[in-house]
């Protein structure tokens, strides 16, 4: 299968507010590098990528495009205002992608401890398919509520999955899904999940539990726990 360019979409506009400080979550430090570097210098591992694009908030802009001018001397890269939600943050990216871009990953900004021959992996599946998810085994026995909190579905567990990123799709189809979206003012739950909505095909690709994402301060005592042990 010939290799095609690989675009890299971060959303990176998140706060920090869940962890209890005011930094942005990807701009705490972790290891003596922002959380935001370590997903970056994992992807730099990755063959064929061709562009990054991070979407952040005003006031880290020109703090980002530095971090990526360090990493990526190489490459392409963009970095543009988020929006008002994490779809909204991905779609201001997706308009910078360029013609050459066979595939685009969307991957969070707070995953650091990704696994770079699980990306590979996840590449590989989306550009045989048309869509691929890194994803784990759901652990816990999963319940449907009602509005008034009484349960009213106990899924079969073994058909459930925890989605996780990078999340990748040919770049067409990613952008077909977006327009969709857009027309229909239809807001998903993660990129997949619009993909679906225009019959495209996903499918998964086993991750590790390790493909955390940082959220809360308790996340964060892990991460720093698994960083003290090498994982990064």
């Not at 992807?43 to 880290?60: A, D, N, R």
């Not at 001397?73 to 360029?98: E, H, M």
């Amino acid at each position: 299968m010939d290799k095609q360019q690989l675009a890299l979409i971060i959303p990176a506009a998140g706060s920090g507010e869940r962890l209890g400080g005011s930094v942005p979550k990807p701009y705490i430090e972790l290891a003596g590098k922002t959380i935001l570097e370590h997903s970056l210098l994992k992807f730099k591992q990755v063959s064929g990528l061709g562009e990054v694009i991070i979407s952040t908030s005003e006031s880290y802009m020109d703090q980002t495009e530095s971090l990526l001018e360090k990493i990526f001397p190489d490459l392409n890269f963009y970095v543009v205002a988020g929006g008002r939600q994490r779809q909204d943050s991905i779609r201001n990216a997706l308009n910078k992608i360029s013609g050459k871009t066979g595939l685009v990953a969307v991957h969070d900004a707070v995953r650091p401890f990704v696994a770079v021959e699980d990306i590979e992996k996840c590449v590989e599946e989306a550009a045989r398919w048309g869509g691929a998810v890194l994803a784990i085994k759901a652990k816990d026995t999963i319940k449907v509520s009602g509005t008034d909190l009484e349960i009213v579905q106990t899924p079969d567990r073994k058909n459930l999955w925890q989605a996780q990123t990078p999340q990748i799709f040919w770049a067409a189809l990613i952008r077909e899904a977006y327009e969709y979206a857009d027309k229909y003012n239809i807001y998903g739950s993660d990129d997949s999940s619009l993909v679906e909505q225009v019959g495209g095909k996903v499918v998964l690709v086993e991750g590790s539990d390790k493909n955390f994402k940082i959220t809360y301060p308790l996340d964060l005592k892990i991460a720093e726990f698994l960083a003290k042990s090498g994982e990064l």
